[in-house]
């Protein structure tokens, strides 16, 4: 008995069985360092940075590459210098035709913005119409194809003979140019909504008025701002032309007189300022595409 009781005492004590898996608490998770972050927001940074530096360097360095052997074209520096003593003060007034560079680009603009706003009440209420409507589209394309390609220069004459003065005959030419995109943009998003769309609208015996605010207007936003921002590059483009031709006060007559007086400085200084207003142009207008694109709500 004493020798039974002796070797049960001596057989090893049974493992205790493994905590199961959901017993095991969970590893932390590992979280990114202050350190890392700042790390992957500075190389974020620079990789958005750097490129447009590196480009503009390019530039300005053939730029001044270009300027040791040209007499007339003036350098980086020498345009700096303009520029500074330029924009001291640039809201001057001497006359009726002299004034400051500011009081031009202002000039500019206001025709911009009513040949663009007079092209946009026509040309996308237009564009609706010749969408929704084939019979209209057949009879207007060709009438589109026609003049779309036409100079924005070939009209200036025809804006001269009817308004008589030259003001409102580069209005005219900017309503003239830029109102195709507009109209153009805006039947090709009518006609790429489904059709399943308009069935439902007949079904529910929609009237024309509910189409358009409920289905046709909503679906072809992004169509209507792709246009209006193409049509408003147009415009800016245009204006510059037109001013030259037609004098007065603006960007482009100025441009033209400062031709007259030789001075290349400032003239660089024009095409500099013309790109940067044309660039916030074109990045406000894109701004308020995405804004009102229902694909990015």
């Known amino acids: 008995m004493s020798a039974v009781i002796h070797l049960q005492s001596m057989e090893p004590a049974a493992a205790s069985p493994a905590p199961a898996a959901a017993d095991v608490p969970p590893a932390p998770e590992s979280r990114p360092s202050r350190a890392s972050r700042i790390a992957g927001a500075l190389v974020a940074a620079g990789k958005a940075v750097l490129p447009p530096i590196v480009g503009m360097a390019v530039l300005v360095a053939v730029w001044a590459?270009?300027?040791?052997?040209?007499?007339?074209?003036?350098?980086?520096?020498?345009?700096?210098?303009?520029?500074?003593?330029?924009?001291s003060d640039p809201f001057y007034v001497a006359g009726p035709n002299d004034m400051g560079i500011g009081w031009n680009v202002l000039k500019s603009l206001g025709r911009v913005a009513l040949g663009f706003g007079l092209a946009a009440l026509v040309g996308i209420p237009l564009g609706f119409l010749l969408g929704r409507f084939s019979l209209l589209s057949r009879a207007f394309n060709p009438v589109i194809s026609l003049l779309r390609p036409v100079s924005p220069l070939a009209w200036l004459p025809i804006g001269l003979a009817v308004f008589k003065a030259a003001d409102p005959a580069a209005i005219f030419v900017i309503f003239i140019c830029s109102i195709w995109p507009m109209i153009l943009n805006t039947a090709m998003g009518v006609a790429?909504?489904?059709?399943?769309?308009?069935?439902?609208?007949?079904?529910?015996?929609?009237?024309?008025?509910?189409?358009?605010?409920?289905?046709?207007?909503?679906?072809?936003?992004?169509y209507v701002l792709t246009g209006a921002k193409l049509a408003l590059g147009i415009a800016w483009l245009v204006i510059v032309a037109s001013e030259m031709l037609t004098g007065g006060v603006g960007i482009g007559f100025w441009v033209w007189a400062e031709w007259n007086n030789l001075n290349m400085?400032?003239?660089?200084?024009?095409?500099?300022?013309?790109?940067?207003?044309?660039?916030?142009?074109?990045?406000?207008?894109?701004?308020?595409?995405?804004?009102?694109?229902?694909?990015?709500?």
């Open 265 to 297: 400085s400032h003239i660089i200084i024009a095409i500099i300022l013309i790109g940067s207003v044309g660039l916030a142009l074109e990045a406000g207008m894109a701004k308020l595409a995405q804004r009102f694109d229902y694909r990015n709500q």
């Open 192 to 222: 790429a909504l489904p059709q399943d769309y308009m069935n439902v609208a007949r079904v529910l015996q929609l009237s024309e008025w509910k189409i358009f605010t409920k289905i046709l207007l909503p679906a072809t936003v992004p």
């Open 65 to 87: 590459l270009v300027s040791t052997f040209s007499d007339y074209l003036p350098g980086p520096k020498a345009t700096l210098l303009a520029a500074i003593e330029l924009f």
